[in-house]
């Protein structure tokens, strides 16, 4: 596959958009663990358009206190990213074309290829590294993208965040993943897996969550 200037490393994990299928908490990628949370954040358009505007400027990450530094967007058309059917089957590339966009300190927006470094600290415990973007998606009622590591992770796999707006109005922010053991000490201590994905999630799900919105 041609790319850009943007480094060549691909992701270090095989079920590459396992995250988009429907049985991933039955049958989860060999060897990892798989978690899913959802949160209704309200309703209505003007809900969903915030929501996702939030997920796309990196604000789960950012607001869930992880730092996102060398945001790297793949370079021009050479790199959109993969798509998936309803079962989480690889079918096309994705043709999301939309302008690259920046946040107001100039960190690119979400898209399609794009390799980011996280950094932090959940209840103790590393969470982070250098993860790539495999898809980035914008449809009239479902916004949000699929983020896969790619080095420098204490486990290796996937995440998926994602906005809906439904047809009975409500709108609402799934975060799903898998993770196996990378480091030796969750190999030998796999609950602690659960323990740093479980925080994870609840960080993420409060940072697009309007109920824990900072004041203004």
Request: zero cysteines; glycine letters at 8%.
């Amino acid at each position: 596959m041609r790319r850009g200037t943007f480094r060549d490393e691909t992701v270090d994990y095989a079920a590459v958009g396992a995250t988009q299928a429907p049985d991933l908490m039955q049958y989860p990628p060999e060897r990892s663990r798989p978690a899913q949370e959802s949160w209704r954040l309200g309703s209505g358009e003007d809900r969903f358009r915030t929501a996702s505007e939030a997920v796309l400027s990196w604000r789960a990450q950012r607001d869930g206190g992880l730092s996102v530094t060398d945001v790297r967007p793949a370079a021009g058309p050479m790199y959109s990213g993969v798509s998936f059917d309803a079962e989480g089957n690889a079918i096309a590339p994705s043709k999301l074309e939309a302008d690259q966009r920046f946040d107001a300190d100039g960190t690119p927006w979400v898209s399609s290829g794009a390799t980011v470094h996280l950094r932090g600290r959940v209840k103790g415990l590393k969470a982070g590294g250098e993860l790539r973007v495999i898809l980035a998606i914008e449809e009239p009622r479902r916004v949000g993208f699929l983020l896969g590591t790619v080095s420098d992770t204490v486990v290796s796999g996937e995440e998926s965040f994602m906005v809906e707006w439904y047809e009975n109005d409500e709108v609402w922010f799934t975060v799903r993943a898998f993770d196996a053991p990378r480091s030796f000490f969750y190999k030998v201590m796999p609950w602690l897996i659960t323990r740093r994905r479980k925080a994870l999630f609840q960080r993420y799900l409060r940072a697009i969550s309007p109920l824990y919105a900072t004041p203004a």
